[in-house]
């Protein structure tokens, strides 16, 4: 039997990832078309404890599917794990007869909500929104492969001048325990070499790794590096190989929180919409503690619970694989 | 058993599609990296027929993985479909010493390699290159991607005038016989409507739809023309709306060639490197007369007989009608 | 002596131009910093007669300088033609204490904020916003540089795919009455040909031209088309071409408004910002019914009556020379 | 008396800059055009002196406009500035009846060229390109507006995630005694702050600074530093920074050679364009060691000597103060 719902609300929580407007505005239409009443919470969790719950309408979410960010903002909130803190949160949701609520964020976001869910009558939908690519049940999240077109369009600009010069350039992209960004970063751009935090990669592998590239007239080289590897970052790398490897001049570039940024891909966009889209649509058919994600090219269910206790090990060994052979 | 191969050639076909240089590049690398010597084709089947073939080793293929275009160059060509043009291209091949050929193109690429395979002793490996996503046998083909962002970063601009004036804009896209592009932009880009080859939609729909966006206070509105549709193209539907509708002004945008152009995105890039060394592979390993083919995250193979009988209808009518909510 | 300058407005009007969000922000702060209360206008002169004007503060042009469009938005306005729209707005002009009026625009704007200002005593500034870099007093308009840089990003798009074959594209840019976007957009991607408004080129003269390339071995064209070209828009002129002409295949762009959006240009939002501010501390120095322009690299300013009294024939005859050498 | 020259080169020195293969093109065209055989020499004095010298014609530079760095490559040669290299050059020029000789860099490249021109017979034409702007003789120089675009495209991506979060962001940009790509850079992208080389600024008075946007409610702040800024780079800063004031979390970007790649802007390709053409024209008409600049919408030429002995402090003070203005 469907649920009888009135009242949703949506935020956004964790880092920002492009596509998370194009979602928001997905699930604030969808509700509307069907007849529910539309809630946005600004800056998250932190927004429930504030009370900061505004009413949104079709028109509150135009002209927002291309905008890089979230319209609702996000932040870091301790306060919500606690009790106090979810109680002061599920006063103001009663307080509007907001009987749903839906999440868009990465794992911290999903334990969050699964949690307030357990303790209250409240429904939610997890929909993920990182551009890490680190949960269970989505092939890709949010904000992905957005992320890795920015890093692709650095890397671009870096080779103009690579092939200008013998250089040897060392990008340190985003990514403290998943290598999804480099991985995939490194293949896109044609990189010669990748340190993930999945990988141990010493200097030495590395330096003959190069050493190999330039001997066989390679005129520069690219190394790409996750923030997380435990060599250091792309400073302390491109420091360490300098001492061994003379062979060329090494520069080094941090992306940083660009990353984050930037109008969303095509790609994100109908990935956000799809996910909102159906967050919204399966909890009007009863369906709560649970995400939408994608898999193949279909949009999914998969319980909260599940995605968050299976490990995601998303490294995709074979892409890695074939990384050695396109970069001879 | 695996074959004894020794020498392979790669072409590009038909239209061109971004992702096709990084493909080639696969192709290439993971041929010398297994001990093949490679060879490109200029232009397509007339470069075989030409005798327009030359050896390419890995430096050959540095520094493209980002460019748009085909560094091999395509050409449309009558004469691959007579036995005198397969017999000088044989011939040609022969000469060489090529025992396998990997042609890169879309279904009339396909149709002439499966035609020359059945002919002659080559070996004979398809991947999808084509923005119109028009083929059997893998979800998305090579390019597709890229054209979809490039048209809606197209809108995006065209949306900035949109919001400060009151505007009905019409944008014709790629497609003869397939409204994929049109269809993803529209969900892409938010756009108001969206016709498409493969559906009828009157005049009097469209109005009617723009009216009911009009009364709900939209400030523009976008509307996607296949160049396939029935009703005409861009120009002649805006022509007629206007005649009908005087709540708007009228714009017009023909994207045309600049859709098939453009450094490819991270997706296309990573198809192309994917399908390219996966067909490498398959052809060593034995397989011959198939195409490879991304479905869901993983790359698979088909026959081109397969591939060529069954009819691709792939408008995905879960987004069609997605797209009839989120532009409420 | 300085003039007791309290409050003041601004708006943009006629066709919007990239850069006109970074010029209202300086305008805006401006006026704040030097402790004057700054109203919007919204919609032109449109929102002066219809009294839509609203108070802003520094914070409410946070986060626009990379913004296209206007966040003012633009409207034509016939109303203010006439004697008793000019009374209506001046009214509404008068109710808030308003004492000066920034006007961002063409040629149109310029010469309503003169007959205004003729009329009544309101100082007025005005600002040449304008992608079609059409008027006298300043080397360059806001948004000029910017819808260049569109063309030009649009027509790399087409180049790609027209090295892979052997084509010729027609491109066809905005300017009825100027050439200007035509001419610098034909240098900066190193088109073949140019038409120009301002300049008869009959299609002999074209087929001529592009045959002598083609002897030279170039493997492909693009000529750029003004819009108010006489001899008709891109499709007319591809069509005569290509009954005299069969040497390519003919295709056909038509960028249309997308040229008027997207994110203004570095020089834009320098330009804007520049023009903004000075216009505020002109009209503070007591200055009126006067524009401000970049003259080589410094802001100057001239009377909008010698401004509008002046032809302005900017077509750079120079350039245009230099096109004929660069495209052997 | 025109001079009668039969043979000129064109090199690429120093750091490469987008827009030098614009400007190639014209050098190379130019001549063509006037009947000169033109050559190319790669990788700079060195490939002068290693007899990196090849012929070029008019197909030789065909698209290259659009394209980053620089196809005759760079590179840095201590070699050329002994009396040993300069000798072995000429004999390598003079090889091959060279009798001019047109070299795109900055100020050692011109050096070269002055010393070389004072000791033999070959004429000189000096263009400013490099990212820096740092030369007397041109208000702008090659490359310096795509850096800067690059720079504030980059900076609108971190604002995106600056306007979910309330961040202090630090972008670290070239200029090691240059503040102008940080200047333009700050102005266009509306940074609160700027740290120039040229200029003096205590982490006090940032923090007070920062402090002041924080009351006035400003949500986040970005921060422009010049690798060459006295305190030190972004990572240092930021972290003193945030040892005195805690409102925000700091994050850090370093752009690094990023800056000096990408497609250039239509401002560069036309400048190189114009540059070209005119440096090969001036030489025809006999001008020698001179270079030949942009100031206001002019080309001109100044005496290499001239060029070399003026200082050019060029920091932009009025757009410093303006700065202050609009980042209330």
Redo the contacts between chains.
Sequence with gaps: MKPNIKNIAVL?SG??A?GMNACI??VV??G??NGINMFGVLQGYQGLINNNIIPMD??SV??I??????IL???RCLEFKTDEGMEIAYQNLKARDIDGLIVIGGDGTFTGARNFSNKYNIRVMGIPGTIDNDLYGS?FTLGY?TA????????????????????L?FIEVMGRDSGCIAL??A????AEAVLLPERHTSIDELVSQLASGAS????SSIVIVSEGHKAGGAYDIAKQVKEQFNHYDT?????????????P???D??LG??LG?AAVNEMLQGTSKAMVGL???EIKTTGIDEALSRHSFKLEND?LE?TK????
């Design positions: 956004t880092g920002d492009p505005r997905a239409r969808t509307i078309y079709a028109r135009s002209n599917i291309h905008l890089g960010g979230t903002k996000t932040a092939d492969d890795i077109n920015t890093v692709i369009e650095a890397i671009d600009k870096i080779r103009d001048t690579a092939d200008s010069h013998d250089r350039f995939r970063s293949v896109a751009s044609g066989t007239k390679k005129s520069k080094v570039t941090i992306l940083g929180h660009l990353q984050r940024g930037g109008s891909s095509s790609f966009r109908i919409s799809r889209f898999r193949g090219n892409l074939m052979v396109l970069s001879i």
